[in-house]
C-alpha cells in the first residue's frame, strides 16, 4: 500500500516485529500510597496540597492505587499483550530524604514491578526521575542547587545495583523542560517557582544529572541494558512577523538547551545570547559539559502538539480584579517577545491541537540532526471526555488518533528513522499534574470512585495493533 493519503488515515500499515509497543505512565500520577511503606514527601505531594495549584485541588494522594494493586494492573498489561510499559520510579520511595539511607519497601516494591513485567513478557522501561524530587532536597534548593545533580547520580546508582540488567531500558530524565521551566520559570508545576534566573540554573543541573546518572548507570549495570533520556518536542511553525527569529529561540530554550549538551557536548551560541540578560551561564563549571555528553542508546521522544510563533511586543503583565499583578513567570526566559499564536484545531481535551505531520516532522529531524542516535517515541496520546456506558468506553476520538500518530510514525520510518518503538500515553487514566483528574488521557478507563479498571476501544485497538504488527482501521 502506498502511504500518500494527506489524512494519515491509511490502514494496514506493518511494523516489524522488533517495534515495541506499549503504554506509559508514572509514579506519581498512578501510584497513590503517598504516605506509606516509608515513602518520603516529594514537591508534588506539596504543590498538589498547595490551594489553588492544582483543579479541585486534586492530589496524588490514592491516585490510581497501583502500589496496592499491581498485580492485577500487570495481569491487565498482560491481558493487552503490551510488548512493553514505561513506568518511573519514585526517588522519595526510595530515599525519603533524597539521600543517604535506602528504604527497602521501595526497593522491593519496584523489583516486584520488574520480575512481574518480564514474567508476563513485558520489556521494563524504567524512568528515574519524573518530575517527583523529594521534599527535603527543594528544601536546600532542588534543582537549582548544583547538589542535587550528584545526589541523583548517588540514587541511579542505587536503583542500576538493585535491579541490575533486568530493565530493558534506563531513562534519566523525563522532560527536563517542564522541570525546569514550568516548575522554576512560569510555576504552573511543582515546585511552583517564578524565577528565569532559577529555570536557566536547573537546566544546567538538570543536563549535569543527567550525565553523571548515565556514569553511574553503566558502572552498575554493565553492558546488558540500554541507556536513554526523554525528551519533549514540538513541531514548530511561524506564525507571522519575525516568524524565523521566533522559532529559533523558542527552538533553542525548548529542545536544543538539552539536546546540545546532551548530545553535541555545547550549549548553543545563541541560547547563551538570548539569555546574557537572565545570567551569564557561570554555573557552568570546567568539565561540566564532558560529563553531561554521555553516549546513550536511544533518545525518547515525547511529542503531543505543534507550536506557531512570532515576535512581538513584551508581554503586558496580567492583573487579578483587584488590580494587584498576577504572579506568572516566564517559560522562556530572555524570549518573552515571543507569541504564540492560536492553532486551529482539532483539539484535545488539553486544548491542544491534533497534528501527526508534527510527529513526522519532528522524528524526521531529529534523525536528520542525530543520525546515529535511535528514537523511541516515549509518550504520545490524547485527553478527551470518556464515560462507561453497558460496560464499553467508545472513545472514537482517541482510535482515531492514535491511527493517524502510528501512521504518522510508520512513515518517519519509510523515510530513514530509525525509530524503535512507540509508547502511548497514558495505560490508565491518572493524575494528570495541574489538571488533576480532570483530564482523561488513559486507553484504561479508571473509576475514580471504584478504581475500576475498563479498557477503552482504543486500548483494544492497541491490541490489536500489537497482535497484528498492522495499523487497524480507524474511526472516523
Known amino acids: 500500500m502506498t502511504i500518500q493519503d494527506p489524512d494519515f488515515r491509511e490502514s494496514g500499515l506493518e511494523f516489524g516485529p522488533d517495534f515495541l509497543i ?21 514537591i508534588w505531594d506539596t504543590f498538589s496540597h498547595t490551594p489553588g495549584r492544582t483543579i479541585n485541588g486534586d492530589t496524588g494522594e490514592i491516585a490510581d492505587d497501583h502500589y496496592h494493586r499491581l498485580e492485577a494492573d500487570l495481569d491487565l498489561m498482560a491481558s493487552m499483550e503490551l510488548q512493553a510499559y514505561r513506568f518511573s520510579i519514585s526517588w522519595p520511595r526510595i530515599q525519603p530524604n533524597g539521600s543517604g539511607k535506602v528504604n527497602a519497601a521501595g526497593i522491593d516494591f519496584y523489583s516486584r514491578l520488574v520480575d512481574g513485567l518480564l514474567a508476563r513478557g513485558i520489556a521494563p522501561i524504567a524512568t528515574l526521575y519524573h518530575w517527583d524530587l523529594p521534599q ?62 532559577a529555570a536557566l540554573t536547573s537546566v544546567h543541573h538538570l543536563n549535569l544529572a543527567h550525565g553523571l546518572a548515565i556514569t553511574e548507570l553503566r558502572r552498575a549495570v554493565g553492558p546488558k541494558a540500554k541507556f536513554s533520556v526523554t525528551l519533549n518536542f514540538s513541531a514548530l511553525r511561524g506564525g507571522g512577523h ?40 557561570a554555573f557552568v563549571q570546567p568539565g561540566d559539559l564532558d560529563q553531561i555528553k554521555q553516549p546513550i542508546d536511544v533518545l525518547g521522544v515525547n511529542y503531543y502538539t505543534t507550536s506557531t510563533v512570532r515576535m512581538g511586543a513584551a508581554s503586558a503583565a496580567k492583573r487579578n480584579e483587584d488590580g494587584t499583578e498576577v504572579v506568572i513567570g516566564s517559560r522562556y526566559p530572555g524570549s518573552t517577545r515571543v507569541e504564540f499564536v492560536t492553532e ?19 522524528l524526521v529531524s531529529l534523525h536528520q540532526q542525530f543520525p546515529d542516535i535511535p528514537l523511541m517515541i516515549t509518550e504520545n496520546g490524547a485527553a478527551f471526555a470518556d464515560v462507561v456506558v453497558d460496560g464499553r468506553v467508545r472513545d472514537g476520538k482517541r482510535v482515531d488518533y492514535l491511527h493517524s500518530h502510528f501512521v504518522a510514525a510508520h512513515r518517519a520510518m519509510q523515510r530513514g528513522v530509525d525509530l524503535r518503538g512507540y509508547l502511548v500515553w497514558s495505560l490508565m487514566d491518572n493524575f494528570e ?21 475498563t479498557i477503552k476501544d482504543s486500548g483494544h485497538w492497541l491490541t490489536e495493533l500489537i497482535r497484528t504488527r498492522r495499523i487497524p482501521g480507524g474511526v472516523r
Not at 29 to 40: L, T
Not at 268 to 278: F, K
Not at 344 to 355: A, E, L
Request: hydrophobic share 35%.
Open 344 to 362: 486551529s484545531g482539532p483539539f484535545t481535551d488539553m486544548g491542544w491541537n491534533i497534528s501527526p505531520d508534527g510527529l513526522e516532522e519532528v
Open 136 to 197: 527535603a532536597l527543594q528544601d536546600k534548593g532542588g534543582w537549582t542547587n548544583r547538589d542535587t545533580a550528584y545526589r541523583f547520580a548517588e540514587y541511579a546508582s542505587i536503583m542500576g545495583d538493585a535491579l541490575g540488567d533486568r530493565v530493558h531500558t534506563w531513562t534519566t530524565l523525563n522532560e527536563p523542560w517542564c522541570t525546569a521551566f514550568l516548575g522554576y520559570g512560569s510555576g504552573e508545576h511543582a515546585p511552583g517557582v517564578t524565577n528565569p534566573l
Open 242 to 281: 519575525g516568524e524565523e527569529e521566533a522559532m529559533r529561540r523558542i527552538d533553542a530554550l525548548s529542545h536544543r538547551a538539552f539536546t546540545g549538551p546532551m548530545l553535541l557536548g555545547a550549549y548553543p551560541q545563541d541560547l547563551l545570547e538570548d539569555t546574557a540578560s537572565v545570567t551569564d551561564w
Open 433 to 453: 499534574g495541574a489538571f488533576g483528574y480532570s483530564k482523561r488521557c488513559g486507553i484504561v478507563h479508571v473509576d475514580y470512585l471504584s478504581l475500576e479498571r
Open 22 to 42: 506499549g503504554s506509559a505512565t508514572a509514579a506519581y500520577q498512578v501510584e497513590g500510597a503517598a504516605h506509606e511503606d516509608g515513602r518520603g514527601v516529594s
